[in-house]
């Protein structure tokens, strides 16, 4: 029988992932793969998440499974998180987490929850938007339209966006990223997040917020402007949570889907629903990566310490967004990739083409997602000079082909 099997075409990330691993330069550099790297090209783990960790060994007693929703401390804890711990969602029970491994499981159980109550609804998702999304929600069979947010130069277009989401079905799914957009960087203003919650009133929308990057853009709080706003604001949202990047345990698949209802009464029916789709997909969720997160958000003394390697990330991210414009700049190439500095998080839209992209790659070793999509964090003080270098190449190599 699988010998009728046909071979899929390759994943463009763990096609990189391949490439690089192969490639002998010992310049290269890797702007593809996703994941917060240091200043020595490492993936770290977090001196808070190693601290939790020694403390659990101790202290742990068992490993046996939870529910379908995961431990309730930990969904606490991450709802604190995400929405403060003066929320009035919370304070009035309605919301609650249902623990998940990763935000990659929270989404296609919000998708299967959404497929399985409103089947005829369709899930808005911007231009661009994570690839993954579309796989996610349309294997679940949720109907999938687009509404735009970048325009021809490849900067945010807010004018489109809202026409976009004016025009989308009453009643239909609408996905936003809450901080740090994914492929993009591009972020709403918090001016920009109270139109478009007018709109979501208007069109009677049910908001769908990735959450992936929480406190790489701006900060903790600061990032988790739109989310909160519209928390606040609508009577039912749904919301995918993942505490990966922000606590730096990608391996350990942690996440959560919030849901917020208008009562308690609705939010213990909508999350019957969520346990028996769970149920389906993964049954319980991996425990270790959670224990970590509530350990660390409930200590006096490793939340600090957390907050400040946090901290720390974010303000690497930034500066090598700032040393990589001006090196460009030094480079010879004006303000051409000065957009760079107004994205947040860890990726950039270049705006490189495909062709560029390709270049770079073949004559430099330098690895970037075909759509111009640069893992900001995979530069460092030691590789974001040779960077400048094979980018401004590049752009001359498409200038002058011959």
């Known amino acids: 029988m699988f010998e009728s099997i046909q071979t899929t075409g390759d994943d463009s990330i763990l096609g990189l992932i391949e490439k690089f691993k192969n490639d002998p330069n010992p310049e290269k550099v890797d702007l593809g793969v996703g994941v917060y790297r240091d200043a020595a090209g490492v993936t770290p783990i977090m001196r808070a998440v190693k601290l939790a960790e020694e403390q659990l060994l101790k202290t742990e007693t068992t490993k046996t499974y939870t529910d379908s929703h995961g431990d309730p401390e930990f969904g606490r804890a991450a709802m604190a998180m995400a929405f403060g711990h003066d929320s009035a969602i919370i304070k009035q029970g309605r919301v609650a987490a249902t623990q998940t491994p990763g935000g990659s499981a929270a989404l296609r159980l919000a998708a299967g929850l959404m497929a399985s109550e409103f089947p005829h609804k369709t899930a ?26 970048l325009d021809d130069r490849e900067e945010l277009d807010f004018d489109a966006m809202l026409a976009g989401l004016q025009q989308i079905p009453e009643g239909d799914v609408v996905l936003l990223h809450a901080c740090c957009h994914n492929p993009t960087g591009y972020d709403l203003s918090n001016a920009q997040w109270h139109e478009v919650l007018a709109v979501i009133q208007q069109r009677h929308l049910l908001p769908l917020i990735d959450c992936a990057y929480l406190g790489l853009g701006d ?32 391996a350990e698949r942690t996440g959560c889907l919030f849901i917020i209802a208008g009562n308690s009464q609705i939010l213990a029916e909508a999350r019957s629903s969520v346990a028996a789709v769970a149920r389906s997909l993964y049954s ?15 200590s006096d003394t490793l939340y600090p310490i957390w907050r400040a390697e946090l901290d720390a990330m974010r303000d690497r991210i930034k500066a090598m967004r700032s040393q990589l414009v001006t090196g460009l ?64 190449q590049a752009v001359a190599q498409a200038c002058d082909p011959a």
């Open 124 to 149: 808005w998702l911007p231009t661009p938007t994570w690839p993954n999304h579309l796989a996610l929600l349309s294997s679940a069979g949720l109907p999938l339209a687009r509404y735009p947010y």
């Open 329 to 392: 700049q030094d480079c010879g190439l004006g303000r051409q990739f000065d957009h760079i500095l107004e994205q947040k998080g860890l990726f950039s839209y270049t705006g490189l083409s495909a062709d560029q992209v390709e270049y770079l790659r073949r004559q430099h070793s330098v690895y970037l997602i075909a759509s111009g999509r640069a893992n900001i964090a995979g530069l460092t003080p030691d590789n974001v000079d040779y960077t400048c270098r094979a980018i401004a």
């Open 219 to 250: 900060g903790l709080d600061e990032d988790a402007y739109g989310l909160r706003l519209l928390a606040d604001n609508l009577d039912e949202m749904l919301v995918t949570f993942s505490c990966c990047k922000n606590f730096g345990i990608y």
């Open 284 to 298: 319980s969720p991996p425990g270790h990566g959670s224990s970590i997160v509530k350990t660390i958000l409930a």
